[in-house]
């Protein structure tokens, strides 16, 4: 079965850090454009970060521009998300996605059950 996993959220305090993984099973994630999305309820699901199979400079939402990194890790057959200077508006469920294009993209064909990450004094 293909899945994608994301891992890394937690609850986290204004100003600090954290690191999501996007890790696949049944399929080379190293192949793959990687989106990822964020979601609040109620709110539209947002696109934040996109980086190609061949890795480059990824893309980045201008809400997350500066404060955000994506990268791969091919030997790991993992993408992640370094997040720094986090703020309460980045709450959210983050998800990463697989496209078999290059940035930018939206047919994504692969996406993980999301991880939560909480930002809150």
């Known amino acids: 079965q293909l899945q994608l996993v994301e891992s890394g959220g937690d609850l986290v305090q204004p100003g600090e850090s954290l690191r999501l993984s996007c890790a696949a099973s049944?399929?080379?994630?190293?192949?793959?454009?990687i989106g990822w999305f964020r979601q609040v309820p109620g709110k539209e699901r947002e696109e934040i970060s996109c980086?190609?199979?061949?890795?480059?400079?990824?893309n980045y939402a201008d809400s997350v521009k500066g404060r955000f990194t994506a990268s791969r890790d091919y030997a790991k057959n993992t993408v992640y998300l370094q997040m720094n200077s986090l703020k309460p508006e980045d709450t959210a469920v983050y998800y990463c996605?697989?496209?078999?294009?290059?940035?930018?993209?939206?047919?994504?064909?692969?996406w993980g059950q999301g991880t939560q990450v909480t930002v809150s004094s």
């Open positions: 996605a697989a496209a078999r294009y290059y940035c930018p993209t939206t047919v994504y064909n692969y």
């Open positions: 049944g399929f080379t994630l190293n192949l793959y454009t």
């Open positions: 980086i190609s199979s061949s890795g480059g400079i990824p």
